[in-house]
């Protein structure tokens, strides 16, 4: 198989990150005899440094040629103290998102048995946990029109559905429900807003084709709850796009950390695979970060993106093989303990890489 894959390192951690994203596609291309072919762009707070834009005219025409693109971070400390800035590295991502039509957002809330004690959440309510979410991406508050008024002390976002945008992303998580457990939660808060009672009317109707999915609706508030209270009840869950960036980092104590979780945003074409976590300036250049999301990521850039189904087990069962052999990084190590051998951000990508090897030397 060949295949064009853009690689935007972004901000803060970002490049630190995908580097071993980066190389653990090279590995894989290596072993599996694929021609996975690299090609690098600006986004986000590095792009507005060079450019004085969030989102270039060359990254934006190299993402269309592209196959799938391995993403790392976006933002930057200043701008969140200085709400007032009109150019914000966020406008990149937003961007690039609406030109390529990544409509869905898929979020895997892996959990490996070994990161158990990670989490804050007990063992016995973790155990067994196994969630889809299907994010859509490119409508709600974030699109809509925003307006201040000339004193500034009004502000306004319009909060704004179109029955396509839910039509065509609870098509894609009723179809992953079928081929999981069947069960497919959808969230909300009809009992207030607009825009969530034309959401819930549309998934009402769009259930009518998939009798043999088990549908639930819940309000927001409650299935932030749910999720901590009893993660397990939870197989497909499908939301806005306000509601599932909030819900999918609290999913994140339930793996342990942002460092683990990874994230593919799809459409009908080009994929845009990154991990969930932020560019994390308190620690850029540290060599503290997990890199394990972003190689996750570029296992589900191999699942989702291009079919190679084993491949991307082979790169998920190697992270498990190393985790049980009592490596982590600072995000997921006990520190409490002596047990585990806490590595870095480079000595992890390179380990990985190294378990790989020797995986495939085994068979």
């Not at 803060?12 to 291309?29: D, R, Y």
């Not at 005219?57 to 799938?68: H, I, M, N, V």
């Not at 890489?353 to 995986?359: E, R």
């Amino acid at each position: 198989m060949k295949k064009n894959i853009l690689v935007i390192p972004g901000d803060g951690i970002g490049p630190e990150v995908t580097t071993w994203g980066k190389a653990a596609l090279e590995k894989i291309a290596e072993i599996f005899g694929h021609e996975f072919l690299f090609d690098e762009a600006l986004m986000g707070h590095a792009a507005i440094e060079v450019t004085g834009d969030p989102l270039p005219d060359e990254t934006l025409e190299k993402a269309r040629k592209s196959d799938a693109i391995l993403f790392g971070a976006i933002g930057h400390a200043k701008y969140d103290n200085d709400p007032s800035l009109k150019v914000r590295p966020e406008q990149g991502l937003l961007k690039i998102r609406k030109e390529l039509g990544l409509f869905a957002n898929l979020r895997p809330i892996l959990l490996f048995d070994e990161l158990l004690q990670a989490s804050s959440i007990k063992p016995e309510i973790l155990r067994g946990t196994d969630i889809l979410f299907f994010r859509e991406l490119t409508g709600d508050v974030y699109f809509g029109e925003k307006t201040r008024s000339e004193d500034r002390n009004t502000a306004s976002d319009l909060m704004i559905y179109h029955r396509y945008e839910i039509e065509r992303i609870a098509h894609k998580a009723y179809q992953a429900a079928q081929q999981r457990n069947k069960r497919l939660c959808s969230v909300d808060k009809a009992n207030v807003l607009e825009s969530s009672r034309l959401w819930r009317e549309t998934v009402q109707e769009i259930a009518k084709q998939y009798p043999d999915v088990e549908t639930e609706h819940m309000f927001i508030d409650n299935a932030a709850m749910q999720l901590i209270k009893n993660p397990k009840k939870f197989d497909v869950v499908l939301t806005a796009n306000l509601f599932g960036d909030i819900l999918t980092d609290e999913a994140s104590q339930i793996a342990g950390s942002m460092g683990m979780l990874a994230s593919a945003s799809v459409g009908e074409s080009t994929g845009f695979f990154e991990p969930i976590h932020g560019s994390a300036h308190d620690i850029a250049g540290k060599d503290l970060a997990n890199p394990l999301a972003s190689i996750l990521s570029a296992a589900l850039m191999l699942e989702i993106g291009f079919g190679l189904k084993e491949e991307a087990k082979l790169l998920v069962d190697t992270i498990d093989e190393v985790l049980k052999e009592g490596f982590r990084t600072h995000d997921i190590a006990d520190q409490s303990t002596n047990r585990f051998k806490v590595l870095g951000t480079a000595e992890m990508g390179k380990l990985v890489l190294k378990f790989l090897s020797q995986k495939i030397n085994q068979s």
